[in-house]
């Protein structure tokens, strides 16, 4: 209003009359066409709830579940003793002195800080990422991967998985018009991917996983999403996410050499987002690096196949998502795009030196003849083991429910049930897509924030919502219940 009157004055005195240099029209149209779900709408109307009921507005409920992300310390997960103990240390290094602290911990901090500029984590440090943790890094992918060799040159530390994946995909992306390079993405997806594509105005290739196959992926779809994409656009790169958000599956050995077999086909540059590598819980299912399955594979693939992998400190055991801690592997990288790499991560200076100092005790564990060892495994185990009854648990209660169905929780921390509505409900929802209304409703009366599924892509005529599977079980339980109940009722209301 103040504006206006200041625009109609100006206007009056024979003043120029400017509007503000940025705005809506003349802003980055490939940021204005970005849209991330998992901290969308919904889950700022869960935060003005949230501040509603602390200033005394009635609801149905006392507090807003936040069941929308997978963030496992904010859900009441306890930090790993091990890990905190370490940074703790590094952060404060007079608690060297302290008899309190066991001396593998000691040891751990006394070398990480003399790899940092002054011996103190607020440093910069290399872009890069510190050597010695890098060496650790490429020694923890050389176990994981049964002696497989990794070079810690092609170790770049990140801040968090996402840093990396949006930086490869900067690398990646080029060309106009039909040339323009097109990324193929699984549908369901998590939404980092088609938000990253939007800001570099990439083409996004969808391939559809395979719901009745509990999410499998199958290369006839990969070939059918090639082929049709081929005829606008220039496909360079696949995306897979193993095991799966928002689905939750975990992919065979089988189905991994036949990714790799297509990508040498089509020429396609491949990213495993792999950050969920020690979320496995299904009978029967077993993670397989990407990287392993290449190299065992042959020199047919090993010395051709160019990709890159991703790993975290936010998810697995950890969940030490504040600290965004990460790396990125590169393999069968061009040596001068390499440099190129290295240039642009340079222009960040360096990931956070915490997030690094994390990411080494991650891939450096206490080892069997150490003090911390038994502690930190019996901690690791039991946070594992009750992902896993949770899974289960989640799986089993839904399925009760009539018109939800509940693919097994092979892996990751998420379930993405279908959910069948009402004719009423899709008419009522007038603009709003289906599962959003759905969403919003559950919210509205029951204070428990979702994902609906079109925020990650669904097939046509489907609906689903995500939700994290990281409360406390007797939390779970009662969610998972309220859900139940709620879907019944609305069901009732819009029939």
């Known amino acids: 209003m103040c504006l ?3 625009f109609r004055f100006q206007a009056a005195n024979g003043l120029p009359c400017r509007g503000k240099v940025l705005n809506l029209d003349n802003m980055n149209p490939n940021v204005r066409r970005v849209e991330y779900a998992v901290r969308g709408a919904i889950v700022q109307r869960a935060l003005q709830i949230d501040k509603e009921l602390k200033e005394g507005v009635k609801k149905p409920f006392t507090e807003v579940i936040k069941a929308n992300i997978g963030d496992a310390h904010a859900m009441g997960q306890k930090p790993i003793t091990f890990l905190r103990q370490v940074l ?3 952060a404060y290094p007079d608690l060297l002195d302290d008899n309190k602290f066991p001396d593998d911990s000691k040891q751990r901090a006394r070398r990480i800080l003399e790899a940092c500029g002054g011996h103190s984590i607020g440093a910069y440090s290399s872009s890069q990422g510190i050597e010695c943790i890098r060496q650790d890094v490429a020694r923890y992918i050389e ?5 497989i060799s990794s070079d810690p040159d092609n170790i770049y ?9 949006v930086t490869m995909l900067k690398l990646l992306v080029c060309g106009k018009g039909r040339d323009r390079t097109g990324v193929m993405i699984s549908i369901p997806q998590y939404p980092l991917y088609s938000a990253a594509l939007a800001d570099l105005a990439a083409v996004q290739i969808n391939y559809y996983l395979d719901e009745d196959k509990c999410w499998s992926l199958d290369i006839a779809e990969l070939k059918r999403a090639v082929t049709a994409a081929r005829q606008h656009c220039n496909p360079r790169v696949i995306c897979i996410i193993n095991p799966g958000n928002p689905t939750g599956q975990v992919q065979s050995r089988q189905c991994i050499e036949d990714v790799i077999r297509f990508a040498k086909e089509e020429h396609l540059f491949l990213m495993a987002d792999e950050v969920y ?14 990287k392993r399955v290449l190299f065992e594979m042959g020199p047919e693939y090993s010395t051709t196949v160019e990709m890159a992998s991703f790993h975290s400190t936010s998810k697995c055991y950890m969940g030490e998502c504040g600290f965004r801690g990460g790396y990125m592997e590169v393999i069968n990288m061009d040596p001068e795009v390499k440099a190129q790499l290295t240039k642009l991560v340079s222009v960040r200076l360096c990931p956070p030196v915490p997030g690094q100092a994390l990411l080494d005790l991650v891939v450096n564990p206490p080892q069997p003849d150490e003090p911390s060892y038994d502690k930190f495994m019996k901690e690791r185990t039991a946070v594992l083991a009750a992902l896993a009854e949770k899974a289960g648990l989640t799986e089993q209660i839904f399925n009760t ?3 939800i169905t509940c693919n097994p929780v092979q892996g990751a921390m998420y379930t993405f049930p279908r959910i069948t509505l009402p004719q ?6 007038e603009g709003q897509v289906p599962d959003m209304f759905y969403c919003m409703k559950l919210l509205e009366e029951e204070g428990i924030c979702l994902v609906p599924g079109s925020g990650f892509g669904q097939r046509e005529g489907t609906f689903h919502f995500r ?3 990281l409360p406390p079980t007797e939390k779970l339980k009662f969610v998972l219940q309220k859900i139940s109940d709620f879907h019944i009722r609305f069901t009732q209301e819009f029939s």
């Open 4 to 6: 206006n009157l200041l």
């Open 88 to 90: 703790a240390l590094c």
């Open 143 to 147: 176990k994981r991967d049964d002696g």
């Open 157 to 165: 530390l990140a801040t968090g998985a996402s840093d990396a994946i």
């Open 277 to 290: 590598q020690d979320n496995v819980y299904a009978e029967g299912c077993k993670f397989h690096s990407f």
């Open 401 to 403: 429910v009539p018109g």
């Open 424 to 429: 009423k409900a899709i008419d009522k929802a």
């Open 467 to 469: 939700m994290t599977i």
